[in-house]
Structure formats: C-alpha cells, structure tokens
C-alpha cells in the first residue's frame, strides 16, 4: 500500500521533473531523510496523482499559490519548468503571473515574472519549450 | 479608450459575477469611490481580459492565490461563485483547494474548504451548480 | 500499512483532542472527504507522531507557527486546547504567545492571546485545567 | 527610568486613543498582564515616542503596514481611529488604503477599506471627525 | 486617454527615480511587456499620481507596506531611493523601518535596516543625499 | 533599570551567540543605533529572559515562527544556531522544521530545511555540535 503511494508519487513527480525526486533525496538525505519519502507519498502520491484535475491546471494553481506566497523562489523555480513540462506554453505562465499583480499586488507579480525570465532563459540554455 | 476599458472590464466582471460591480461600486462609494473604476479598469479591463487565458484558468489562478494568502476570505467566496459561475465543478475546486495544503499548509486549505462548503450550500438554496 | 498510518494518526490526533477527529472528518465530508483520511494520516500519523519529539513541544512549535501565520485562527484555537491536553500550562502558553511579539510583531501576538483568553474561559465552563 | 519610559509611553498612546491603554490592560489582564506593561514602555515609550517623526506620519506608515499584512484587523481598527486623532483626514487615510492596492494586492486594500467605512459610520454616530 | 495615464505616470515615476520606468519595460519586455504599460498606466498614473497625497508620504506607507511584508526585497531597495529621492532623510526612513519591528517584528525591521544600510552606501558612492 | 534590563537583554543574547550582540550593534550603528539597545532591552531583557519557559523551548517557539514566516533568512539562521547552543540536538530540529510541512506547507519546511543544512555544516567546520 505504502510501496503503492510512493511509486505513485514518484510516477507523477516525474512527469512534471524527470530528476526532481532524486534532487529532493540528496537535498534532504543529510537533515531530514524521512521527509523525502513523506513529500513523495504524500504532496505527489495522495494529492498530485488525483484524477479530478489534470497537470497542467494543478500547477497552474501551484505557480499562483507559490507567487502569491512570494517566499518560495526554489520551489516556484520548479514548478514553472513543471508547468512547462507538463504543456502550458510561456505566455500562459506570464499571464498566470500578471494575474497575480491583481490579488498579491505587483510586488509579488514582478518577482515571479524576473524569475520566470530567468527559467525561460535556462530552458532556452538547454533547448526546451 | 478609458470607455472601452470600463465596459470591457464590465463585461468580463459580469461574467465572473452578474451584481458583482454594483456591489462593489455600493459598497466602495463613500470611501473610495475612484477605486472602484480603478479595479474594474485595471483588474477586470486590462487583465482578466486579456485573452490569453480561459477565465476557467483564471479564475483557478485566483481561488489557489487567495487560499494560499489566507487573508481574504470575501474575496475568496467572490471567485469560489466566479469560478463555478464560468464552468467549474465543485470537485475541481476542491481538488484545488486540498492542493493547497500542500503548498501553504494544512490550516490554509481547510479554511478555504470551510468556506467553500458554505458557498455550496447558499448556491444550493438558490438553485445554482 | 496505510491502516496502520491511520490507526496511528488517530491515536496522536485523540491525545490532542478526544473529538477532534470526529469533528475535522464530519466538516469535510461533504467538500473534500478525502482530505480527512490524509490529514490524519499524514499530518498526524506521518509527521506528529514520530519519536523525535513529545508531544507537548510539538504543540509549543505548532501554535508559534500558527501565531506567526496570524490567519489560521481556528487551528490556533484547536491547538492552545491541544497544547494544554497534552501537558502545556495556560502560563506556558501566554509565554509562547508574548515572545511572538518580537518576531511577528505586536499585532499577531495580541490576536493570539485574545483568542487564548477565550479558549481558557471556554475551558474554565468545561471544568478544565 | 523604566517610569519614565511608562509615563511617555502612556502619554504617546493617549494622544492616539484616550481610552486604548486602559483597553489594551483590561484585554490582557487575564492571560498576559505583562505584556500590557512592555507594549506601552517599548512599543509606546520607546518606538513611536521618538522624535524623529510627527505622530500622524507614523499612524500613516503603521495603517500601511497592518494593511499590507491584512491578519491584523482589530489593530487596523484601532491605528485608524488613531490616525484621524493625530490629524490625518479620511481622505488622507482613503488614499494610503487605495494606494495598497498596488502593493499588497486588491484584495488587502479593499479589506482595509470595507473596515474604514465602518470605523468612519461609527465615527459619525460619536460625532468625530 | 490611455496616452494621458501613461504619459502621467511616466512623470510619476520618473520624479522617483529618473531611469526607473527604462528599467522595468527592459525587465519585462521579454516575459510580460504589456505589464509594463499596466503597471506605468495603473500603479504610477491611477494611483501614485493622485493628488490626494504628496508624493513624500506616499514613499513611507509603501516602504512600510513592503517591509512589513518582507517578501519584495528590490521594490522595496527602489522604494528606498524613491523615498529619498522625493525628500524624505535618511533619519526619517530609519524610524520608519524602526517602527516596522512593533507591527511586523523585528525580523522584519531589521533585514529593512540592512537592506537600507546598502542603498545609503550606494547613495555615498553616487554622492546622493 | 534600564541598565539591569540592559544587562539582563545581553546576558541572555549571549547564552544564544557569544558574539551575537556585538555583530547586531555592528550592522545597526549606521543605520538605526537605538534599535540595537531596544531590541537588547525588549526582545532579550524583558521577554527572552522571562523564567516562565526554559531558553530551549523559547528557540522551538522562534524557529517555528521564524520557519512560518518564510521571509526571515538571517533570523532563521541565528536562531537555529542558537537552539543548538542552548541544547537543541540537530534531530530535534529537523522534526520542528518537518512538522512546518504540515501548517505553513512543504515549501516552508523545504527552504527551513535547506538553510539547516547550511547551518549544520558550518558547525561541523567549526567543531560543534
């Protein structure tokens, strides 16, 4: 049951990150190995892997949670490339973060689109949509 | 130019809600008078209008923003009702918002389920989906 | 396995409170049943009832975060009544709430301890230390 | 020296609201009594005492930053009752709260407003300005 | 119309910091360049351009807003210089940011004081006030 | 008095971070002087040495808070340090900041984590514990 939730958590983690749970196991080995295997069951097994909303929505609401926070840059930085690997385009991302000029206020708005312009400059770096 | 904004920003607000601008132009008048057309101008007019997004996906982006902020819960019962009112279902909103435990934690995502199931209720007393 | 994860979630969250359980399940039966079940399995059975640390600490770290977060009043609520059922002082507890003071502000730790106020008076009808 | 501290810290708060330390002792006397005491010696006696600013732009920068975190309405209420005692008009305060819009989101301004109407009717009811 | 809010805001903007506006459209031009004009149109031509307000006090209730909410280090480095650069002193800012440690905490002051600490530096070596 | 609360603030401070006192008047005495005296005397003299809760259990409640917060970097770090000074073990603290997964969400936790791990490592260089 327990094998069920992991390897499904680790199914749906990689589709938004191909090496993203194996970079959240080395960065947690040392201080908290445990919460590796409790991130992977839990936010990508029990939550991500539901049927009732498709990928690309779900980290739509997770760009907008995450900008709207304002205090999650690694996590943003993860969750833009996420959204791109999982097929929004660019220019839904940037207007998902205009967006939140309106409810967090441009502050917050800025700082994620300067960050956005930074993954879309990496992507570019490596080839990607 | 400012008129086009204005009624285009109404249009788009309509949608989301049919009373919403008189309520907030009611409830804005003797404090703030100006910014009401402020928000419908910039808000509504120049973002929520622009077509590079559903207002589906909008409205997604907004609910998950305010869940995460947690400090604006009239706001939040605002685009809970904008959000079903343009196409989504109850279950998609609550797959959204127990996402946000994820992302903002345990206590931000039932608050917004607490108020989410009132919402329900008084859309069921008046009949709505 | 995931019996056991809940079985266990339920033991750590009735040590906090009795009913609390019950009351958390009834209140998202109908939004976000789900939630219920991973709530106690992971919040509670995952994370809350390692060995690492006694329940009365886990509780002071709980209601700091909560105090600190300032909009997540009715998990502070349930956990200065967690706090003291596992063990904490009403004394303890106003030290915690007043040493927010320096680090959320002055304005978040009277919002706490006016809740707190509460919770002891609703405590003190109970017949409860 | 720690009278003295007191004493100006009382004097400040008095100009802000005749009866708000009273208030502010009586709220507290149960679960903090201390703290009432630090909060007019430190917040009072040594922060907003200083010379260095006049009273009415500090009740302007604190109305801002309450505003700004939007989890502080009881304090919001009282700053902006502060405010108009110290020499801001409404239309002063109106201005900063519109101004938040930009800042802090729409949602926060329109919070802060909706409380200043009520704080501006209550107001009008004790002939105030 | 549109042209006079831009052209307005530009000259807002502007009397903050003279290259700001060149700055921000380069910033964006790549991810988001219609916010750009939103921002020059609504943030600076609606709202800071009213003259409700002199442009000195407007610069303190952002810079408290901003510190207070401590997520938006470069707006508030700009709000720094515009503060200064619309006549507020050093002084005056430092009590400001004072302040902030009662309403946010002291966390809150103090990355402020040292965020301010590098813009005066800044400021000496460009020989600004 | 003032002197006794002076010298209590340091006291205390100094069982955190030897040198903590000398590096915060350091970083202030540019900018905001009096601030380092108020902050020895509030935070550290009248409520960091209050008996009623051992400095231990006050470090939990700060980096709960601290962790929370999420905007408090260098305040995470101190105090982090600090808990380990006066008695923390390393795995107590990983399971305060893992059970910040469940309130302020897994992104909290994550960069909490992260700067922990940072924080072990340069106690591991320096020989401590």
């Known amino acids: ?42 936010a990508f097994g029990d939550i991500l892997s539901r049927p009732g909303l498709d990928p690309k929505t779900r980290e739509i609401a997770t760009v907008s949670a995450l900008t709207a926070l304002g205090n999650a840059q690694p996590q943003l930085r993860f969750h833009l490339n996420a959204a791109l690997n999982v097929g929004s385009t660019r220019a839904e991302l940037a ?26 400059e990496e992507r570019d770096a490596k080839g990607l949509s």
Do not use: C, S
């Open 1 to 42: 049951m327990e094998e069920t939730r992991y390897r499904r958590g680790l199914e749906t983690a990689r589709k938004l990150d191909t090496e993203g749970p194996e970079r959240l196991e080395a960065a947690l080995k040392e201080v908290a190995p445990d919460l590796y295997r409790h991130i992977v069951e839990f």
């Open 95 to 120: 207007e998902v973060l205009m967006q939140m000029a309106v409810y967090a206020g441009v502050p917050a708005a800025l700082n994620a689109l300067y960050l956005a312009k930074e993954v879309f």
